[in-house]
């Protein structure tokens, strides 16, 4: 733990001299953010977990399940969100990070509505005080000849884990209570102490709530009205099984019953999986309630140090608060345009974005990855993809870390961990919300950087995220890349501060309507940036010393720098590593294959390495400045003489052929447009032209729906796995529509079109999501080009949340362009 947190020091300080001032200033902002970001609802996995961002920790989570039968509650208890598992619709209405917000779970299933209503606290010298309001109401619940009976009943457990050693968390006032004795008809007051945390109360409010009625004669054993609470002292290394745990306790209260009953007379399902009462100390507490019918309770987080206890009140009036910020904030800062300014889009905005910003986790331990460098892995020779699988299965991995990241996740019940080229997608809406929380993941991103400046493609961090990968998933390997697509959201920042520095008044509140510190205060945003310009560079620099393409055979004069790039750890089906899994590529693989996609992302780097470099004008980054624009003049040639087809109108992998030649393979889709797509052709480079062509055919990527992975008219459209082979992903065609926009904004030969065809997609994408979620509740992972249907991961509220800003977006007039052609 102690060495994860110096880590973690190590970037604010960056082991560079610093002024003295500015290193104070960091630090404010370092605290700032760690008092009002400390604590969060930090376990996306879990329907609802809190945890603050401290390695071991305090952490918490609900479960629940109907107790009408004696299976159902053995088979439905609901803790980790998992997918179709009867959930009419389930996530955050509203959310703000700093503030809290508001989740709703539709749980059909179990005949009941959830609402959780988390809010923070500010104060103190330990990250403030949170509270909860957890609240169900049944659903209408017809009578059935098993099950006539139509009173609906929950068994609600929420508990709590300590996970530091040595530190406990005491019920008040309790201990040693018999098992049988009665369980609590008040409030239940925990305190702790911990390093992280110093002093802490946690109270669990009586709250509102029927007890089911039995008139079994085991009634009269045991007060069976009552909350329990079971005090266990378990393992760090088993805690996050509670589920498992709280299952093995039920068990022993049925054999208790057993014991003493005859099992042809039981007592109803809610008497049995009652657990016994026995609260005290320890560092994990089941606190059991069953109801009948709605209930509400609270549980209310105070730390010491806040100097005054969190109340019920507190939560009712933060509740609001938060709420009403968050709609105003959101008003100011996805300003949504025409036809998507009506309040049903509104709604559909808010909880997309939402649930973006609440799936954001704190993840901590060990992952595991194969270093042994072996030299299969070089992957020079032909059938390198042969011998490298030969490697990778004699399975050379070692735990790697701990480490710990913060991070948002493509979807909470499928991949609720960390992805590294899906998070510089995330992170561009939310940073317009919160620049300053943006900024904090990135650092927490590049600080799991390695000396060679590796970044892991997936964060597969300590046993619980582990758990749910199949071992051949979970290794990382340190030649493996991922599209560098943080390097967007750095962008994004420069840009704001730019906006900012060169604003007066109105311009600085207009760069900034996230109110951000790093933006407002130019000096911090500019040392945040000094510090991490040398990870921006290391980690392009491993790129360009790993990821090379071997040009070898090709006349190497004529390709200045030698700009080529090829993606490695490619097998035949698939190159995950570029995150276009099963895209096709040139067949069968060859060491002297070409990407077009990762030589136009290393594009995207060297333009936005330059883009931070300039603003900064250390002597550093002017010193790169001359290389990189090399760089950058090599690349824009080298992709036209190396990855242009003429004949397709589009760009392509290259390959050798079996005369040893270079020769293009065109699968005509995504990849074909990439220069395009990360925006680093000019508005005027006449390729452009064609480029539009291949996009806007609606015989080819242009659907109704979206742009299609690959061209409907590909011999490859819709074949094999079909992940990346005509379906529409959001992210993609979020790149589209930026690069459209921009060609339609400004005046130049492909105005019109560009401007047309971005009006048009548009509406299709967010009309295809909108109404997929209208119908069953959920955003997904890709939608059906023909159908529009959202399909494969289900909740998968990572980049398709893309859409609040596609919303945002303006519509743009055609028409001038339009008189211009006439003309
Ligand atoms: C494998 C199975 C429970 C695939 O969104 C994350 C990634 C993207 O980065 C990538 O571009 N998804 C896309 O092609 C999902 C990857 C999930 C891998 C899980 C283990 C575990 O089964």
Redesign the pocket.
């Known amino acids: 733990a102690l060495s994860v947190s110096l880590a973690v020091a190590g970037f604010i300080g960056g082991g560079e001299a610093q002024s003295g001032d500015e290193s104070v200033l960091f630090s404010e902002t370092a605290r700032m953010n760690n008092d009002s970001l400390l604590w969060g609802p930090y376990r996306p996995n879990l329907y609802f977990g809190v945890r603050p961002r401290i390695p071991r920790s305090l952490v918490s989570g609900l479960m629940w399940g109907r107790s009408d039968t004696y299976t159902d509650l053995q088979n439905h208890i609901r803790y980790t969100c998992e997918q179709n598992e009867g959930m009419e619709g389930y996530g955050w209405d509203q959310y703000d990070t700093r503030l809290g917000g508001t989740q709703t779970i539709h749980d059909k299933f179990n005949n009941v509505d959830i609402t959780t209503s988390f809010i923070k606290v500010p104060g103190g010298a330990h990250g403030g005080s949170w509270g909860v309001r957890i609240k169900g109401v049944p659903r209408p619940k017809p009578a059935t000849e098993e099950d006539p009976d139509t009173h609906v009943k929950t068994m609600v457990v929420f508990y709590l884990a300590q996970e530091e050693e040595g530190s406990q968390l005491i019920v008040k006032d309790v201990s040693g209570a018999d098992w049988e004795d009665d369980g609590f008809a008040g409030d239940i007051t925990f305190e702790g102490a911990s390093q992280g945390l110093g002093e802490f109360k946690v109270v669990i409010t009586q709250g509102e709530g029927e007890h089911p009625k039995s008139d079994h004669i085991y009634s009269a054993e045991r007060n069976l009205d009552k909350t329990v609470v079971q005090s266990l002292t378990t393992f760090y290394e088993h805690m996050w099984q509670a589920k498992q745990l709280l299952f093995r306790q039920i068990k022993e209260a049925v054999d208790y019953v057993i014991s003493k009953h005859d099992p042809n007379n039981a007592p109803p399902p809610w008497q049995v999986y009652q657990l016994g009462n026995s609260p005290g100390a320890g560092n994990l507490h089941f606190v059991q309630r069953m109801y009948e019918g709605p209930f509400e309770f609270d549980v209310l987080f105070s730390s010491a140090s806040a100097g005054k206890d969190l109340t019920s009140e507190d939560v009712t009036r933060e509740i609001r608060t938060a709420s009403e910020s968050f709609g105003s904030h959101f008003k100011k800062v996805f300003q949504l345009q025409a036809p998507y300014n009506v309040d049903k889009y509104r709604k559909f905005a808010h909880s997309m974005f939402s649930n973006l910003i609440g799936g954001i986790g704190y993840f901590y331990g060990h992952g595991v990855a194969d270093r042994s460098y072996a030299t299969a892995y070089e992957e020079e020779d032909e059938g390198f993809w042969v011998d490298a699988a030969q490697a990778r299965a004699e399975h050379r991995e070692k735990p790697d870390g701990p480490y710990e990241l913060f991070s948002s996740i ?1 979807s909470r019940p ?2 609720p961990r960390g ?1 590294l ?2 998070e510089g997608f995330h992170l561009l809406p939310i940073s317009d919300w919160d620049m300053d929380l943006t900024l904090e993941i990135v650092k927490s991103w590049f600080n799991l950087m390695d000396d060679d400046g590796w970044i892991a493609r997936e964060q597969i961090l300590g046993p619980e995220a582990r758990s ?3 071992l051949e ?1 979970q290794i990382q390997y340190p030649h493996y890349a991922n599209p560098p697509t943080l390097f967007f959201v750095v962008d994004a920042f420069v840009n704001k501060l730019r906006q900012a520095a060169n604003g007066t008044g109105d311009g600085k509140a207009a760069a900034s309507t996230g109110s951000s510190n790093m933006v407002d205060n130019t000096e911090l945003g500019l040392e945040y940036l000094r510090q991490l310009y040398p990870r921006l560079r290391k980690q392009f620099d491993w790129f360009r010393s790993t990821q090379f393409g071997d040009i070898k055979s090709y006349e190497r004069e004529a390709y200045s720098n030698r700009e080529a790039y090829r993606w490695r750890g490619r097998t035949e089906a698939h190159v995950l590593t570029s ?3 099963d895209y096709p590529r040139p067949q069968p693989p060859h060491p002297g294959e070409l990407h077009v996609d990762l030589m136009s992302w290393m594009g995207m780097m060297t333009s936005s390495l330059l883009n931070v470099g300039e603003l900064l004008g250390t002597d550093a980054s002017t010193e790169d400045a001359a290389e990189l624009r090399k760089i950058q003049e090599a690349i824009a040639r080298n992709l036209d003489d190396l990855h242009w087809s003429e004949s397709e109108g589009c760009y392509c992998d290259a390959t050798i052929n079996d005369y040893e030649e270079n020769e293009l393979v065109c699968h005509r889709g995504y990849i074909s447009l990439f220069p395009l797509l990360v925006g680093i052709l000019e508005p005027s480079n006449s390729k452009i032209g064609q480029l539009l062509k291949l996009l806007g055919d609606e015989e080819e990527l242009f659907s109704p729906h979206g742009l299609r992975s690959l061209s409907k008219k590909s011999p490859l459209y819709g074949t094999a796995e079909n ?2 082979r005509s379906p529409v992903w959001i992210n993609i065609n979020y790149l589209a529509l930026v690069q459209l926009k921009n060609l339609g904004e400004q005046e130049g030969p492909f105005q019109a079109e560009a401007a047309d065809l971005y009006n048009r997609l548009r509406r299709n994408i967010v009309d295809t999501i909108y109404a997929s979620w209208k119908e069953t509740g959920f955003a997904w992972e890709q939608y059906n080009p023909e159908t529009g249907k959202g399909q494969r991961t289900q909740h998968f509220t ?1 980049w398709t949340s893309l859409v609040v800003k596609i919303m945002a977006m303006p519509e743009l007039d055609v028409k001038n362009s339009h008189v211009r052609d006439e003309l």
């Open positions: 493509p499928f991949f992805f080229w899906d749910k990968v199949p998933f995150g276009l899994d992940y990346w990572g």
